[in-house]
């Protein structure tokens, strides 16, 4: 970067707002056009499923009518006799499980009980069972209705707290949770994963007891870490407090659906999809379907939405390609919502008891945490670890115990969805945490400040004798910032609790904090001797804009105007280098660094072509100006002829050499670019002590009417710690939709199941309520601290998943402010829940049952 | 021995094809009707139509758009201060037209609440007042009662019934979901339906039906009838009114529970008093009994505490929707107090 990277506090670093003026000498922190807004704002975008290819098929999904069933019979001669369809496509003619080798090289072992994409045995209602392929929709539709299949049905539970239980039923055949890929044992550590088994877990009748009273049960857990002396920690608490809380299942509800367009040409496969990431999506397809990434291309220009349902798009799309290899014709399947309410993935609901022991001072002395995650019939989901180690961090207890067990049911399947197990883990310990507040006569701010990680903070157990740390946490300047632009004293003096008429006011705030980068990926850009820029960006155009921001910092170094630089994305056939996953808010932090790590290598091949031609020594020249200087004064040379002289000098300068440490995928694009020019190209292998996390400090104010228990957010604000902003526009709308995103968990998004028949009743919009714009507070605000992350050569980090949490717990933490304790023991806080508690005048014991 | 079923899947969002016809005057409508008898599906804006279709749950063979017929649309004032929307005018136009906002603000305001920008657009105020109820179950294709069948799966312990009634059910626990139709009731409308033999006036009242009139329909509408338009005598111009929707969101969601109230207030007392609830029963719920108790009384705190209790007192509640008590009876409390605005 032009300007040495700082550390620096709240205090010296002013923030970024809206309202921040332009400063037109830079790139890096300057709002800008960026190239996919025309095509989106006119129209002209091409999704998934605008792709159009000649002789092409309509694909339609049999589903399952039955939570849990085996197949006995599926005959489609019936639908195969309708003229115009083509194919039918059972589980039989799909690829099987495959083993892959990760890019760190640790060898995955297929597992046999995962998700094929069609079933033999569905485990939710709406699983698809087989895919029709016809002249059109129409015809595809009433073929699929024209297949008889013949099921056994199979005992089934939606409610995992009610497969717990002594005799409770399955969701597999199986049992009822994972046994090895358990989230004590993350991959990593060994090069062979085990193969992946269902087992079965019981709990006792007396680890029920007190469940009909509100009290979550505890039993064997598959997952336990601890630190510290826990009980010691209790025993010297001023406050004890044993609270059971569950957060909400929530479907991603993405505005495009998984729609995927296929067809084969010269033996490669090119998918048109919707994907969150582009390079990494190229693997996971190879997997699924068990050939090699090289024979994949994957075209995905914009995405509408992924929120992690979408990470690596979704194993679905290999039903298109499939048909279209049985077929010999291009398949499109446009998903239905319908349909995507059953495959478009779902955050899984937790249900936890903390017990927290804190000092007369707020200070998180104690904590035991035990979580019980709903987590669908399919793969693990790691929410419940995540959840321990976020709270773990965010709040710093002294000491902590925590245990988690992932239960399996029959219900949609799950994925991350932003801030994956955070949102959950801090939405059940942000009302322990406000109602210490009360109990102990402290401020609610002051107990957030007190427990607040600051510095290289610890997070999780000791692995090894040593816990993991933070590369740098800044979340105490946060609420600093936050409480000042929000008037927090003046405000909860004058509002916490008044009451005009029917309606009474909260005011709350939240911390909030996710996992925000990671490292050791690729940069790749060639200038050419038109004297442009051309970035090759492997990065999804997921709504972030990460895809074009981060290139903006190798733009910045080299001296290039944004103007001559030309980014190619979504196209895996356009030479894209390897990339990190456009999820987990990784993109913003990694990507950086690899365009740090390109850019640097481009000015080092500039200063020795320079020093070649006009002598002296490469460290006597500088780039900028798209132009390479001899430091003092002397010649001159334009980037536009460098890219002529690294052409003709071949060898590193254009590309025909590589480095050795860069990723096949990197390496098979860069070859295809050699030669055309000056070839700026490496892996981020910068140091990094910690892990990156980025931080928010969330603020609302709400007004509840008591007589109907309908309320409104009437001002919000959210103050992230995200180090240093590429993209001011881009971060304030990522810290205002994802805010929104949590506030729909608070306010009302569900799923609502009948648990006798194991099928949702909530299939609709209208039904399952993700919310709208009218629900978005009246007042709605920013700020960015601006304070560069201490680790990284940039010092950028994510912003995706922070939001989420503190939109979600600054709500309720504003509505216990309003109300009072335990008028609510989950989320979302709906209007019956308020009335029901306020009218009986005393808690009201919901229950813990899933999806009411 | 295992339980084995042969069952076809689950397809939705695929509309199934039907004849559409789409006729431009009510006559021809009617004869279309008549030819095709209980094959026929009567579709005004598609709204709730659309929904039927594409779930491929209601499968007619033929569909008979009324957009096309001009006689169905517009608002008309009529001699003496009433008004007459036909049937196929947007719940949109209802809002803006400045007659209904100045004698009957109540309907604008009802009609407003409906829905979504949107939807009002395309929505119809014969639509939206003949709209079929939103039970999950049935709107899922079970086969309940009010499908035919002899179950009602809402009323089971395991049942979600949140939404559900807690006034007149019969068998069936469905509730009517409209927000313009209270306040027809409120308003004394009359509603003109029309089939192959003349045009009848049926008070809104007795419009809308509940199950144990006839299960499978929500207004006394049958096979080859077409509602035409709906008539607001000036009975209640300009009255003292006050419509309130409690919804789970503000915009784009049906009424957990609404109120319409048209009350002639004078001296402090209230005079006249026409008060509906609507989202408890499967038709609009008038509360006669409190509409006699209140006459006379004056409209404070006091006589609307005693007027939500009252309504409340023959409310039954299933396992979820307990808070449909108070929160009707505080509806009905603020409906008899509140001051015009």
Redesign the interface.
């Known amino acids: 970067m032009p300007d040495s990277k700082q550390e620096g506090t709240a205090a010296q670093v002013p923030l970024v707002t809206a309202d921040t003026p332009a400063d037109k000498s830079k790139l890096v922190g300057q709002n800008y056009v960026t190239p996919d807004l025309f095509a989106k704002v006119t129209g002209q975008a091409k999704y998934a499923e605008d792709f159009r290819a000649e002789g092409m098929l309509f694909a ?6 039955y939570p849990h069933a ?1 197949i ?1 019979e599926i005959d489609a001669s019936q639908a195969l006799a309708m003229p115009g369809v083509r194919a039918v496509l059972t589980m039989k003619d799909l690829p099987p499980p495959a083993d892959y080798m990760t890019d760190l090289g640790v060898l995955i072992k297929a597992n046999p009980l995962g998700e094929r994409g069609l079933a033999m045995e569905p485990l939710y ?2 699983e698809p ?2 895919a029709v392929a016809a002249v059109d ?2 015809t ?3 073929a ?2 024209k ?7 199979l005992p089934f539970v939606i409610d995992p707290l009610a497969s717990l239980r002594p005799g409770g039923p399955n969701a597999r055949v199986e049992g009822n949770v994972w046994g090895v890929l358990g989230p004590e044992a993350p991959v990593g550590a060994k090069r062979t994963t085990p193969v992946p088994e269902v087992r079965e877990i019981k709990w006792t009748e007396e680890d029920f007891r007190g469940y009909d009273e509100g009290k979550m049960p505890t039993g064997t857990p598959t997952g336990e870490w601890s630190y510290g002396d826990v009980e010691g920690g209790f025993k010297n608490a001023a406050l004890v407090l044993d609270e059971s809380f569950q957060t909400p299942n929530t479907s991603h509800e993405c505005l495009e659906t998984r729609t995927s367009m296929a067809y084969w040409q010269g033996g490669k496969l090119h998918l048109f999809g919707s994907t969150q990431s582009t390079s990494q999506t190229v693997p996971a397809i190879a997997r699924w379907m068990n050939m090699k990434p090289e024979d994949v291309v994957l075209v995905s220009e914009y995405t509408g939405g992924g929120y992690g349902s979408k990470v690596t798009s979704s194993v679905h799309l290999i039903i298109p390609a499939m048909l279209s290899k049985k077929c010999h014709a291009p398949v499109m399947m446009r998903i ?4 995507e309410n059953y495959i478009g993935r779902a955050r899984p609901s937790l249900t936890g008891r903390m017990k927290a022991g804190f000092g007369p001072d707020g200070r998180l002395l104690a904590l035991d945490m035990f979580v019980v995650a709903d987590n669908g019939p399919y793969d693990e989901v790691h929410d419940t670890y995540i959840s321990g180690q976020i709270v773990s961090l965010l709040y710093q207890p002294v000491a902590m115990r925590w245990r988690g067990i992932s239960v399996l049911t029959n219900t949609p399947p799950r994925s991350p969805q932003s801030s994956p197990g955070g949102l959950q883990g801090i939405t059940l310990m942000e009302p322990v945490l406000a109602k210490a507040a009360r109990r102990l006569k402290i401020d609610l701010l002051a107990i957030h400040r007190i427990n607040a990680p600051e510095g290289k903070a610890p997070l999780g157990p000791a692995v090894d004798g040593k816990r993991a740390h933070a590369t740098g946490c800044f979340m105490k300047e946060a609420l600093d910032q936050g409480a000042r632009r929000f008037q927090w004293e003046e405000r909860r003096k004058a509002n916490s609790g008044k009451r005009n008429g ?1 309606k009474i006011r909260g005011v709350g705030v939240s911390s909030s904090s996710f996992k925000s980068g990671s490292k050791g990926f690729d940069g790749l850009f060639v200038i050419q001797p038109d004297g442009k820029m051309y970035v090759q960006s492997g990065i999804g155009n997921l709504g972030t804009e990460d895809f074009s921001d981060v290139h903006r910092v190798a733009a910045e170094m080299v001296g290039m105007p944004w103007e001559k630089v030309v980014v190619t994305w979504g196209d895996t056939s356009k030479h894209l280098p390897w990339t990190c996953i456009s999820g987990g808010s990784q993109t913003a932090h990694a990507m950086t660094r690899a365009a740090y790590a390109a850019a640097m290598d481009a000015i080092g091949k500039l200063q020795q072509i320079a020093a070649k031609d006009h002598g002296g020594r490469p460290e006597n020249y500088e780039v900028r100006n798209e132009r390479v200087y001899r430091q003092g004064g002397g010649p001159v040379m334009t980037l536009a002829h460098a890219a002529q002289r690294a052409i003709a000098l071949g060898g590193v300068y254009d590309g025909h050499e590589l480095p050795k440490d860069i990723n096949p995928m990197t390496v098979r694009s860069a070859k295809a670019l050699a030669g055309r020019g000056l070839m700026g190209v490496a892996r981020d292998n910068y140091r990094q002590d910690g892990t990156v996390f980025s931080f928010v400090a969330s603020f609302a104010e709400v007004e509840i009417d008591v ?4 309320y ?1 957010i009437v001002d919000f604000l959210a103050v992230a710690d995200a180090g240093r902003v590429i993209h001011p526009a881009a971060i304030g709308g990522q810290i205002l939709g994802r805010s929104m995103l949590g506030i729909g968990h608070a306010i ?1 998004q569900k799923w ?6 194991g ?1 949702p ?7 399952t ?1 993700p ?5 978005a507070p009246a007042r709605m605000d920013w700020a960015a601290l601006n304070i560069p992350d201490p680790e990284g050569p940039v010092g950028a980090k994510g912003i995706g998943e922070p939001p989420v949490p503190g939109g979600c717990c600054a709500i309720l933490n504003a509505i216990s402010d309003a109300l009072g304790d335990d008028i609510f023991r989950r989320a979302p806080v ?4 308020i ?2 508690s306020l ?1 009986n005048g005393h808690p009201v014991i919901s229950g813990l049952a899933a999806d ?1 | 021995m295992a339980i084995v079923r042969e069952s076809s899947a689950i397809i939705r969002d695929v509309m199934p094809a039907f004849e559409l016809f789409q006729p431009t005057s009510i006559e021809e409508a009617l004869s279309v009707l008549a030819q095709y008898g209980t094959d026929a599906w009567v579709l005004a804006g598609g709204i709730d139509s659309f929904d039927w279709l594409k779930d491929r749950i209601k499968r007619p063979k033929a569909v008979v758009d009324l957009g096309r017929i001009r006689e169905l649309r517009g608002v008309r004032e009529l001699a003496g201060g009433g008004v007459e929307i036909r049937a196929m005018t947007t719940l949109t136009d209802v809002v803006l037209h400045p007659a209904i906002r100045k004698s009957f603000k109540l309907l604008a305001d009802a009609a407003e609440s409906a829905a979504s920008p949107q939807i009002r657009n395309q929505g119809t105020i014969g639509g939206n007042v003949s709209q079929d109820t939103r039970c999950w179950y049935y709107r899922s294709g079970f086969p309940c009662y009010r499908a035919g069948g002899n179950i009602c799966y809402a009323d089971t312990p395991y049942g979600m019934n949140r939404e559900h009634a807690i006034l007149g059910a019969a068998r069936c626990v469905a509730v009517s979901p409209s927000d313009s139709a209270p306040a027809m009731v409120a308003l004394e409308a009359k509603m003109l339906v029309r089939n192959s033999n003349g045009e009848r006036a049926v008070n809104a009242e007795d419009y809308f039906i509940g199950p144990g009139f006839d299960i499978t329909r929500m207004t006394v509408l049958k096979q080859g009838d077409i509602l035409t338009a709906i008539r607001i005598p000036s009975a209640w111009a300009n009255a003292s009114f006050y419509f309130e929707k409690i919804s789970d969101r503000p915009v784009w969601d049906f009424p957990i529970v609404n109120i319409a109230a048209a009350k002639v207030i004078s001296g402090g007392k209230i005079r006249r008093i026409r008060l509906v609830v609507n989202g408890v029963a499967a038709h609009p719920w008038r509360l006669r009994q409190v509409e006699e108790a209140v006459t006379g009384q004056p409209a404070d705190e006091q006589t609307g505490a005693r007027a939500g209790e009252l309504a409340i007192a023959d409310a039954v509640p299933l396992q979820h929707n307990g808070f449909k008590l108070p929160l009707m009876r505080n509806l009905v409390k603020r409906a008899i107090c509140a001051t015009p605005a």
């Open positions: 339609k999904l049999l589903l399952s009518p085996r006995l209602q709406g069972i087989a929709e129409l595809a539709a009433d699929v209705e297949i008889r299949v013949t099921y056994e049905p239905t919502r319908e349909d029917s007589e109907t228990g309908t409104k009302g609502v199941f009948d648990q006798h028949l099928l009743v909530a299939r609709r919009f209208y039904q309520k919310p709208t714009i009218l629900d709906t209007l019956d829940m009335l029901t009218e009411i």
